[in-house]
């Protein structure tokens, strides 16, 4: 039910302003951080970090005019070892990597919905957590 409800409103959102391609990465978090609540990847550093991240990086490959399906493959790898070396790792993070470099979407549209959309995830989980008298997130940082 807590991965429909997030899910749902990420789908109108993303449907409203024509960035239908978030789903996707957002369906697999979304998975992660319901079922696996306990999980490192499911807590909000990992969610929250690996997908600011790993679209930072993107849109810097974009602006120095790397395109295209090899152009993706070498932002998920730089995207992927930042998450690492930062301890953000999140592997849906890294089709939030591909799909920008595929679709270049505008950044000034992407990025709040991308944010808006971890966030209302996040924060479902958090309601959800406490609804049911569990524990999350359980890391912060």
Do not use: N
């Given at each position: 039910?807590?991965?429909?409800?997030?899910?749902?409103?990420?789908?109108?959102?993303?449907?409203?302003?024509?960035?239908?391609?978030?789903?996707?990465?957002?369906?697999?978090?979304?998975?992660?951080?319901?079922?696996?609540?306990?999980?490192?990847?499911?807590?909000?550093?990992?969610?929250?970090?690996?997908?600011?991240?790993?679209?930072?990086?993107?849109?810097?490959?974009?602006?120095?005019?790397?395109?295209?399906?090899?152009?993706?493959?070498?932002?998920?790898?730089?995207?992927?070892?930042?998450?690492?070396?930062?301890?953000?790792?999140?592997?849906?993070?890294?089709?939030?990597?591909v799909m920008i470099m595929l679709?270049?979407?505008?950044?000034?549209?992407?990025?709040?919905?991308?944010?808006?959309?971890?966030?209302?995830?996040?924060?479902?989980?958090?309601?959800?957590?406490?609804?049911?008298?569990?524990?999350?997130?359980?890391?912060?940082?």
């Amino acid at each position: 039910m807590t991965t429909s409800v997030g899910l749902a409103v990420v789908v109108a959102a993303g449907t409203l302003l024509h960035q239908t391609v978030l789903v996707p990465p957002l369906a697999a978090t979304a998975a992660i951080v319901t079922a696996t609540p306990g999980s490192p990847l499911a807590q909000p550093r990992h969610v929250l970090g690996g997908h600011m991240l790993s679209c930072l990086v993107c849109f810097v490959v974009l602006a120095l005019g790397w395109h295209g399906p090899w152009a993706a493959a070498a932002a998920c790898g730089i995207a992927c070892g930042l998450v690492l070396v930062l301890k953000a790792a999140h592997p849906p993070a890294m089709a939030t990597a591909v799909m920008i470099m595929l679709t270049d979407p505008p950044a000034h549209r992407f990025v709040p919905l991308l944010a808006a959309g971890l966030a209302l995830l996040v924060g479902v989980q958090m309601v959800s957590s406490r609804l049911r008298r569990e524990v999350y997130p359980t890391a912060w940082w």
